[in-house]
């Protein structure tokens, strides 16, 4: 039996609110739920669009830029209380959203880091209703005890300690688990807030700035699909037996067992592998383990499920991840071991993915620009067609200045440095067609966890020191897999040349038969008018939006919706005399 800290307390006034998914919301609860966080969305990308593109149009960049911190903490404070007020979904996207330190500010992530732990608890009575109906018996006749006390409440379910009844751990071999139960009405607040989410995708969609940089209603679709596994705990249950499966003989990594016979898709019994938080560095220290030790096995451990399995735990936060001790290991074994619990958020990297995504850390492991924009072209982040030579230039001074540095050495360089560097390429990057691609949401927030936990383990941990051996053992495999590579395009290419002549006498005869076409109509007349037609066109639906917003803000904030009701005269006398000399 593994050893178990001591209980986290909950707060007394958190468990004796009742939360808002304690039961299935009803219609008129849903339609307010969906209303509320329709509300929140649209008002802040008006806010937002105002700011960061309309103002800048009238020469007023400063303002956007001179506001633009306390507009960001503004909108963290909002959404914090929105999510913890709403729970369910609103909870997951804040929780994504503060591991975003890649793209978002810390004005954001700071707020929203500490979002999971202030998600109160449901009712004991409402858990022993719901796991009764699922398992078809009384607890009492289930377990031999289950501890009313969740170890653990989260924004989809709860989990309590138990042991299992005498005939159950004789079976499994098991007696200390942990029950895991769904919050009961989930289901129908996760209907409701998927169809938020999505209608935000549907306005992001049309949003220029962000369209050009990501699909935002397959984004909204990758995170529904995460979300639904995530609330069918017997997809979690197969997922840790395939990440299991996917370590087999591997002394770093542990993973619970599944206790089937209790376990249904909103009720899950896993063994309970309780150990020393991997975070947690004065338990590490007290049980001999040095954090400084932990780190690079994590980041070598997620670079083998990323890399090289292709399956791999997509929630990798300090809350998930156990450092347990061995005491019995052999000499010269490991004293510890990484165990991973709550499988419900897993990734799947692709073939094609994964060989980007190794050429990428290859590249960065080598600081090989050229070869980093060809990893992320082949990634799909930059687009077949993007102009890169100044990117490439870019990134090699990048590499030829921070290159290898650690997060604390970069802590240490001189923040105008940052700022020319920024200043003299920040238009090359702005100016690329960057984008997000499909399944990429998983891939991106496993890695921004990755590196937060081995910076958190380690201040001066340099995650160059994992990348560089691991990117090493990647090129070996590449040139041993070279020779296969050729001789599979040498038969293609042979294939090739054998088809040529059937293909030459195929176009001769269509070019007999007169069946190939080609045609040069005149182009600039007709796309000029379109132009005109298209210009206009946008201006009425400008002013159609900022009319119907101005009205409809009005209400909550007098000035800005008078100033957008204004404002939306200037696109409306483009609609009707922009043109007029053209025709």
């Known amino acids: 039996m593994s050893a178990v800290p001591p209980e986290r307390p909950v707060n007394a006034e958190r468990a004796a609110r009742p939360d808002r998914g ?135 379910g709860q989990a309590h300690r138990a042991r299992l009844a005498p005939a159950d751990a004789a079976d499994t071999g098991l007696e200390a688990v942990v029950l895991k139960v769904q919050r009961p009405g989930i289901d129908a607040i996760v209907e409701v807030d998927l169809a938020a989410l999505r209608k935000v995708g549907g306005w992001l969609s049309h949003v220029r700035l962000v369209y050009s940089r990501v699909d935002a209603p397959a984004l909204v679709e990758e995170f529904a699909l995460t979300s639904l596994e995530e609330i069918d705990y017997l997809h979690e249950a ?48 007290a049980a001999g383990i040095d954090p ?20 791999f735990h997509a929630d990798p936060h300090p809350g998930n991840i156990f450092v347990t001790p061995l005491p019995d290991a052999p000499e010269g074994s490991p004293a510890w071991k990484l165990t991973f619990i709550d499988f419900g958020m897993m990734g799947e990297v692709g073939v094609n993915t994964r060989s980007g995504l190794r050429k990428m850390l290859i590249a960065a492991a080598s600081r090989d620009g050229k070869g980093l924009v060809d990893a992320a072209r082949e990634l799909g982040v930059l687009l077949q067609s993007a102009e890169t030579t100044e990117l490439e230039r870019a990134l090699t001074q990048l590499f030829a200045r921070f290159g290898g540095m650690g997060f604390a050495e970069l802590r240490e360089v001189d923040p105008r440095e940052f700022r020319e560097f920024g200043e003299q390429f920040g238009h090359v990057v702005r100016s690329l067609p960057f984008q997000l691609p499909e399944n990429f949401l998983l891939i991106i927030r496993a890695m921004s966890l990755t590196s937060g936990v081995c910076s958190a383990l380690d201040p001066g941990f340099n995650l160059w020191n994992s990348v560089e051996p691991y990117a090493q053992q990647l090129i070996r495999e590449e040139r041993g897999n070279l020779a296969q590579d050729l001789g599979k395009q040498a038969l293609e290419n042979l294939g090739l040349i054998w088809r040529l002549p059937k293909q030459i006498e195929s176009l001769i005869t269509r070019v007999d038969e007169g069946s190939v076409a080609v045609r040069t109509p005149d182009l600039e007349r007709r796309v000029a008018g379109l132009e005109r037609t298209a210009r206009r066109g946008i201006s009425a639906v400008l002013f ?40």
Do not use: C
């Open 22 to 156: 304690d039961s299935v919301p009803s219609a008129r609860e849903a339609r307010a739920r969906y209303r509320r966080i329709l509300r929140f969305a649209g008002w802040n990308l008006a806010v937002t669009w105002w700011y960061e593109l309309v103002l800048p149009r009238f020469g007023l960049t400063r303002v956007a830029e001179r506001t633009r911190a306390r507009r960001m903490q503004r909108f963290a404070r909002r959404f914090h209380v929105l999510a913890v007020d709403l729970g369910g979904l609103m909870i997951k996207v804040g929780q994504f959203m503060s591991s975003r330190l890649d793209v978002l500010p810390p004005e954001i992530t700071k707020e929203l880091e500490g979002l999971q732990d202030e998600v109160p608890a449901v009712p004991f009575d409402l858990i022993r209703r719901l796991a009764e109906a699922e398992l078809g018996m009384p607890l009492a006749r289930a377990f031999a005890w289950v501890d009313e006390t969740p170890v653990a409440a989260a924004s989809l």
């Open 238 to 285: 197969a997922s840790s037996v395939r990440f299991a499966a996917e370590f087999e003989g591997d002394a770093r990594v542990g993973v619970p067992e599944v206790v089937w016979e209790r376990s249904t898709r909103r009720v899950l019994t896993l063994e309970d592998v309780t150990a020393i938080k991997i975070t947690d560095a004065v338990a590490l220290a």
């Open 292 to 311: 400084a030790d932990v780190a690079p096995v994590f980041a070598a451990v997620m670079f083998d499920q990323l890399f090289t399995n292709g399956f």
């Open 544 to 583: 159609a939006a900022l009319l119907v917003a101005g009205a409809v803000l009005r209400a909550d904030d007098a000035v800005f919706g008078t100033v957008l009701m204004a404002v939306s005269v200037l696109p409306l006398l483009h609609a009707l005399f922009a043109g007029s000399r053209g025709r």
